[in-house]
Each structure stands twice: as structure tokens, then as C-alpha cells.
């Protein structure tokens, strides 16, 4: 179906920004901004169910937690449950001496008052005040004039200046918006920016904050990283000013458009964990900070438990954070393409040889341990994994290290798992299927060991003497041979007419300790030319070879 218009007669390309002489684009983000979370007013506006009390105060804790230190609070006019929320935080004393709170309102003299009226008693504290700017809102929804707008932003300055003046105990820091600025003029943003700081005076050591947001994200992020550069390169006393930014994500690009103005020469980013907000939501606060983390910068925030950041930011929005998303999500570390984790297998292989503690393992940009995340979960089997995938969780899950011509031999049996059951194959229903297919801790085997001994006789040859389970029924063996190995297969053919090669043979123990068990691996010729495996375990490498040994029997006779 056709579109309903045709989109070069409805729509335009967003004007470039005049800035030929642009610096950002050669410069790296080499620290972390100020961060500030909205996600207890933008992000709570943005749910179908605002939170109530409990959850606010839940999601305040996390965020002081991971170690937000600014933190929008709420609209303080909205309503009795928004005041009250603010009120109680002040009153119970439980705002951290290093985290400051902020609260937002219109440029409308009362909100203002409302507002200030909220912090009443609070140590410190940031009104943020924002009116509309752009032509759409000057011309569509207020009906006024440039100097009218204007007006609006500085009467409600002066207004937030004198509460502030009533409060002398608090330590008052201001900011504005000129909201709508990534469709506003650039001149008329710093036009309205600089009445609003000739209003409320500012130094550079008590600075006023002004956010410029892209209230609604219109352009690529590079247009705003123009828009940033060029309002800092023209703003007056910029040291008198914060630029703090407030990206939102219409277009997608939320993260990178507040990266690339951090580039910029912005000082501060306002969003939410998980982009929550209004439409597509804000910037994320988790990605950003993590991607930082990925180049070497420590973020200063903490998501070294981003499981239970997740199960908070769940209940508190009633939103779930996507499988995919960024960092968070349950499936961003898991690989199940058989080439992807064959790459991955032998990164973390690599990984215990090196000499250094630089991470550098294919397709995975962070460790997963680092956020408290499991290695279990970076590698998962389903009809579209190959050899590394099992031989993964097979590792991670029992400590087997597969030889990998076994791996070949035991990916057909995963495969026809995978195909039987129509899903994703767990650890359990990996293991089960090696159990099944080289007879290991099974009672339906043919062959099982009794017991035995070994000894040397006089001419050097070794002895084994043992009793081996026929169908059930235990019988009397013995063969010799060089070695162990060699005196159990002397001893099948022996006894049961079982002729097998020995190809080769591995053996490990499955962990560290004095109560480590061993596993041993061989890879046999039968007397027709078929190549089998067998495979033992036990606490005794040496009796882990000989069940080896009937593992590979019960196959050749399978």
C-alpha cells in the first residue's frame, strides 16, 4: 500500500546549522558530564500508571544508589501527590549531603511559587523553569510575538529570584529551558538565554544552568551538535553557564546526538535509565554511561548489578527494558549463531593466556561480569548454533573440554535435539543429550564397571582385574597390556570379542581442588572402520579412562 502523500511535498530537510568551522568533530569525550535523572518527572509522565509515593521513593533510592548526584524530583504543580512527594523528601531528611534535588515549572508565577514552596526547608536545591520558544509554539499554540515569548521567560526569572530571596537558608540554583530548542532559532534561543541571566545574574561560581533540549529530535544527531557548539561559541559570560542537554529520541539517535554535543562542549545530560520518556523516550542514562565505560572513562555511576537496576526501573514504570536493548537487555550477551560462538569460545579462550587485562573478546563490547552478569547466558544453543555453542555450555555447566573432533561427532545429536524440540536447548537438555549419546552416568548401558584393580607383573606388562555388568549381569574380566587403557581394551576383546583403536586420547580435570573429579576422552577405531568416542568421568583419572573405555564400547556396539 502507497503512501498517503508524497513526503517531499509534506516534509523538509532541517536546515543546516551556519557553522563552517565546526571544532567538535575532531574532539573525544574524555570524562564523564554532570548527570542529571529525570526519570521521577520526564519518565514518570511518560507511563500509562504514574507512580504512586512508595514507587518514587524506590526509584529515588536506586538512582542515589548508583550514584546520581542531581535528580528531578517532580513537577511540584501537578498535583497534591507530586507536592507532597517533594515535601516529604525534604522534611525526612533523606536527600544525601552530595545529591541535589531539582524540580520543574512552567514560567507561570504561581507553578513558581508552588514550586518553591515544595523545597521549603531543603539544604539545596534547583527550580528548573522553561517556556516554549520555537515558531510552531510562538505562532500555533500561544499566539504571540517574539518579545512576548521573551517576557514570559524573564517575568518568571525574576519571579523564581525573588522566592529564592525569601529562603535565604537554601542554597539556590537556578535553571532555564528554552524548551523546543532544536526547532527554535538560534539567535532567539540566545536571545531569550541571555535575558534570562541578565534577570538572575549569575557567576561563575554560582553558574545558572541552561538546558537546551531537543524536545523534539528533528535532525541528525551531527545538526544538533552544530546547534550546541554554535549557542556556546555566541553565548555571553559562558563561564556564568552550565549547557546541560536534554535529548529525546524520535529519530533513535537520542544517545549519540547528546554524545556528539557533549563533543560539543556541553557540561551536563539530563535522562532517564533506559530512555524511558515521553514518546520514544529520552536519552538513556545506562547506555551512554556505559559506553563511556567501554572507552575507558569511568562513569561515575554504578551498574555493576544491572539486573536489580532492571527489576527496579520494572516495577517502579510497569515498562519492560527490552531484550535487545543496550547493556541491559536478558539476550545482549548471548550468541546463538554457530559462528558467533565459535568466535566467542575462542576469545574467552584466549583471554586465560593473556598477558594483559585488556578486554578484547569478538562481539562482546563489555564483559558481561562486569555488570554482574553470568558468563551462562553469553553463549545459548538452538537450531541455529554450531559446535562452540554446546561445547560452551558444556564447559560453563559440567567443566567438559571437549576435544574438538568431538565436538564434530556430538553436534549431530544436539542438532536432532534441536530439531525434536522446536526450541532453545537449556544446559540440562545439553547434558542429557552427551549423557544419552556416549552412555555416560546412564543406567541402560551395556557395559558398566563394577569394579577393578590394577597391577604391574613381572615382566613390566600391566594387569587389569575387574567385574564388569553385562546387561545387567556382572562378570569376571581381566587382560593385560602396556598401560591401563591398553590392558581394558586387551581385556574386551577378550572377553566379548570387541576389537577397538585407540586414535586418541585427553583427559582433564573438571575443576580445582582436592576434591576435583577427572574426565577422560577417546577417540577409538572399530574393527569395521567406524571412528566412535568415549567418554569417562569419575574422581580417579585413571578409573575416569577405563568407564572411557566401556563409554566407547557401548557406542561401538550402539
Not at 512552567?106 to 539544604?123: M, N, P, V, Y
Not at 523564581?160 to 523546543?180: G, I, K, L, N, V
Not at 537487555?329 to 549463531?337: N, R
Request: overall charge negative; charged content about 25%; glycine content about 6%.
Amino acid at each position: 500500500m502507497p503512501m498517503l502523500s508524497e513526503p517531499s511535498v509534506k516534509y523538509s530537510a532541517f536546515p543546516q546549522v551556519p557553522l563552517s568551522d565546526r571544532q567538535w568533530p575532531t574532539r573525544t569525550i574524555s570524562a564523564p558530564p554532570r548527570w542529571l535523572s529525570t526519570d521521577l518527572r520526564d519518565g514518570n509522565q511518560a507511563i500509562v500508571d504514574p507512580m504512586d509515593a512508595h514507587k518514587k521513593s524506590r526509584f529515588f533510592d536506586l538512582l542515589v544508589e548508583i550514584g546520581v548526584k542531581e535528580i528531578e524530583v517532580g513537577f511540584p504543580s501537578a498535583g497534591a501527590t507530586e507536592f507532597d512527594f517533594i515535601a516529604g523528601l525534604v522534611q525526612s531528611d533523606r536527600i544525601p549531603e552530595d545529591v541535589i534535588i531539582q524540580v520543574l515549572t512552567q514560567s507561570r508565577e504561581d507553578l513558581i511559587r508552588t514550586s518553591f514552596a515544595s523545597l521549603a526547608g531543603a539544604k539545596q536545591a534547583i527550580v528548573h523553569l522553561y517556556n516554549a520558544v520555537s515558531p510552531a509554539w510562538r505562532e500555533q499554540v500561544f499566539g504571540m510575538t517574539r518579545d512576548q515569548v521573551r517576557e514570559i521567560a524573564v517575568t518568571g526569572a525574576k519571579v523564581m529570584r525573588d522566592e529564592a530571596a525569601q529562603q535565604p537558608d537554601t542554597d539556590w540554583h537556578f535553571q532555564y529551558s528554552p524548551e523546543t530548542f532544536s526547532t527554535a532559532e538560534l539567535d532567539f534561543s540566545l536571545e531569550v538565554c541571555e535575558a534570562v541571566m541578565e534577570a538572575l545574574a549569575p557567576t561563575p561560581e554560582h553558574p545558572i544552568i541552561l538546558n537546551l533540549p531537543a524536545t523534539l529530535e528533528a535532525a541528525t544527531p551531527n545538526i544538533y551538535a552544530d546547534q550546541i557548539e554554535y549557542f556556546i561559541r555566541n553565548l555571553p559570560d559562558r563561564d556564568s553557564a552550565v549547557i546541560s542537554l536534554h535529548t529525546h529520541n524520535d529519530r533513535g539517535t537520542g544517545v549519540a546526538a547528546a554524545e556528539l554535543a557533549l563533543m560539543a562542549g556541553a557540561d551536563r545530560v539530563e535522562g532517564c535509565l533506559f530512555g524511558n520518556g515521553e514518546r520514544t523516550g529520552n536519552c538513556c542514562l545506562v547506555t551512554m554511561a556505559l559506553n563511556m565505560y567501554t572507552q575507558g572513562i569511568d562513569p561515575k555511576l554504578d551498574f555493576s548489578d544491572i539486573d536489580r537496576v532492571i527489576e527496579t526501573v520494572e516495577y517502579c514504570n510497569a515498562l519492560p527494558v527490552p531484550a535487545r536493548h543496550p547493556y541491559g537487555g536478558e539476550l545482549v550477551y548471548t550468541a546463538f549463531s554457530g559462528s558467533h560462538q565459535d568466535a566467542i569460545k575462542k576469545g574467552f579462550a584466549a583471554r586465560e593466556v593473556q598477558n594483559d587485562p585488556h578486554w578484547r573478546v569478538p562481539y562482546l563490547p563489555v564483559d558481561p561480569a562486569d555488570l554482574g552478569r553470568s558468563y551462562e547466558a553469553v553463549i545459548r544453543v538452538n537450531s541455529q548454533s554450531g559446535k562452540g555453542g554446546f561445547a560452551w555450555v558444556l564447559e560453563q555447566k559440567e567443566g567438559l573440554k571437549l576435544p574438538k573432533k568431538m565436538q564434530s561427532d556430538f553436534s549431530p545429536h544436539v542438532q536432532r535435539m534441536a530439531d525434536e524440540l522446536g526450541r532453545e536447548l537449556n544446559a540440562a537438555d545439553i547434558w542429557q543429550a552427551f549423557r544419552s549419546a556416549y552412555h555416560v552416568q546412564t543406567d541402560d548401558k551395556h557395559f558398566q564397571l563394577v569394579d577393578y584393580e590394577e597391577r604391574r607383573a613381572h615382566d613390566g606388562a600391566r594387569l587389569f582385574a575387574g567385574t564388569i555388568a553385562v546387561e545387567g549381569r556382572e562378570q569376571a574380566v581381566s587382560g593385560r597390556g602396556n598401560g591401563l587403557i591398553s590392558s581394558v581394551l586387551s581385556t574386551m576383546e577378550e572377553a566379548f570379542g570387541l576389537r577397538l583403536e585407540i586414535i586418541d586420547y585427553t583427559e582433564h580435570a573438571l575443576t580445582t581442588g582436592r576434591d576435583s573429579r577427572a574426565a577422560a576422552y577417546l577417540e577409538c577405531r572399530t574393527s569395521d572402520g567406524r571412528t566412535i568416542w568415549g567418554v569417562g568421568i569419575d574422581e580417579d583419572v585413571a578409573t575416569a579412562s577405563v568407564r572411557a573405555v566401556l563409554s566407547a564400547a557401548n557406542s561401538a556396539i550402539g
